[in-house]
């Protein structure tokens, strides 16, 4: 599981991944975020695990975290 914490200045919130697609919906348009748009894009603050930890300061595609964490918890399996 990811968990991260996106800003759409000057808003933020925390987010965990993966997560159903009514909530990646609804999570960025608490925000302020374009939520009909194709790839919602959000700067990650802070992210977990540590590994991840790359991505911080980037602007990432919430549907691509949102992949991400589906294929990390396919191999807990």
Not at 39 to 50: D, F, G, K, S
């Amino acid at each position: 599981m990811i968990k991260a914490t996106i800003q759409n200045s000057p808003y933020c919130t925390e987010m965990r991944f993966p997560c159903s697609e009514t909530e990646l919906s609804k999570k960025p348009g608490e925000i302020g975020m374009n939520t009909e748009h194709l790839a919602p894009m959000a700067t990650v603050l802070e992210i977990e695990p540590y590994e991840l930890s790359a991505l911080t300061d980037c602007d990432i595609s919430l549907d691509a975290l949102n992949y991400l964490g589906k294929r990390l918890l396919s191999f807990r399996k």
